[in-house]
T-cell receptor
């Protein structure tokens, strides 16, 4: 049971390059999220998808785009990477059924932008 | 809006010491409360939760009690081990426009020395 799978695990980019971070889940959860984690800042929500076919901005959406490809997959795209986007990115899921269940997290993508 | 405040770290302890990590919250309604743990190089995983006032969540020797009168959910463990070294996040459930958007604290790093 893989849970939440993120690819790649590590990536180094040059300023201005683009890339897509992939997230896939096998838990049949409705809601999916992208966070970034920076030292001293905790987790900050970038974008989320409450259900297949919908996406919404979180706290720090600038410089990012997302696609909810289907119920399983939620990708995060950096169109023109900037050094300020150096961070660890986490994908998370939630059942979406309104219950008191926790989120489930992937192991993260560590992204460095030079 | 909702907010979660955690004590700043790092918290440094010797093995077998008593641990307390403070967490207080501000929220509307009656949220569920969570503690997540993040081991080095991994994503967050649920440690314990409580869904209503006076509930006690417990797991792996850790405990936390949902105190509505003091709006607190402090994490405790009677005797820590080196393997407990990790970052701990307090979180509360929440809703925004019909979507599930939890609120996280900034995390508290715990370092346990042999």
């Amino acid at each position: 049971n893989a849970g939440v799978t993120q690819t790649p695990k590590f990536q180094v980019l040059k300023t201005g390059q683009s890339m897509t971070l992939q997230c896939a889940q096998d838990m049949n959860h409705n809601s999916m999220y992208w966070y970034r984690q920076d030292p001293g800042m905790g987790l900050r929500l970038i974008y989320y998808s409450a259900s297949e076919g919908t996406t919404d901005k979180g706290e720090v959406p600038n410089g990012y785009n997302v696609s909810r490809l289907n119920k399983r997959e939620f990708s995060l795209r950096l169109e023109s990477a900037a050094p300020s986007q150096t961070s660890v990115y986490f994908c998370a899921t939630y059942t979406g059924d309104g219950s008191n269940q926790p989120q489930h997290f992937g192991d993260g993508t560590r992204l460095s932008i030079l | 809006g909702n907010s979660v405040t955690q004590m700043e770290g790092p918290v440094t302890l010797s093995e077998e010491a008593f641990l307390t990590i403070n967490c207080t919250y501000t929220a509307t309604g009656y949220p569920s409360l969570f503690w997540y743990v993040q081991y080095p190089g991994e994503g967050l995983q649920l440690l314990l939760k409580a869904t209503k006032a006076d509930d006690k969540g417990s797991n792996k020797g850790f405990e936390a009690t949902y105190r509505k009168e003091t709006t607190s959910f402090h994490l405790e463990k009677g005797s820590v081990q080196v393997s407990d070294s990790a970052v701990y996040f307090c979180a509360l459930s929440g809703a925004s426009g019909g979507s599930y958007i939890p609120t996280f604290g900034r995390g508290t790093s715990l370092i346990v020395h042999p």
